[in-house]
Nanobody, 119 residues
Framework: QVQLEESGGGLVQAGGSLRLSCTAS????????RGWYRRAPGKQRELVAT???????NYADSVKGRFTLSRDNAKNTVYLQMNSLKPEDTAVYYC?????????????WGQGTQVTVSS
């Protein structure tokens, strides 16, 4: 199992920036992809950005050019730098990691961190 600890959420004005961090512990060796999802009020959880073990990144169209996902393997940490924030970015952001056991992939989630963007 993998445990994910998030930090960095908060309240910011539109146009501002925040950086989210997510540190993994436990069975680090079993991690494949990592990233962030979010759930806005009244909406389903959606992908924000992911990075594979090989370093390939994928971003939601709504955040391309504004958000950057990076990682520090030595610290088992991924970062989501969020710039030019908009009120529609308001959501609970969840850190994500996929792990493998045998031939089965499992999703692992952090507890979530609130990001609120005021207009």
């Amino acid at each position: 199992q993998v445990q994910l600890e998030e930090s960095g959420g908060g309240l910011v004005q539109a146009g501002g920036s925040l950086r989210l961090s997510c540190t993994a512990s436990g069975s680090i060796f079993s991690i494949n992809s990592r990233g962030w999802y979010r759930r806005a009020p009244g909406k389903q959880r959606e992908l924000v950005a992911t990075i594979t073990k090989g370093g390939s990144t994928n971003y939601a169209d709504s955040v391309k050019g504004r958000f950057t996902l990076s990682r520090d393997n030595a610290k088992n940490t991924v970062y989501l730098q969020m710039n030019s924030l908009k009120p529609e970015d308001t959501a609970v952001y969840y850190c994500y990691a996929s792990t493998i056991s045998g031939d089965t992939w499992y999703p692992n989630w952090g507890q979530g961190t609130q990001v609120t963007v005021s207009s």
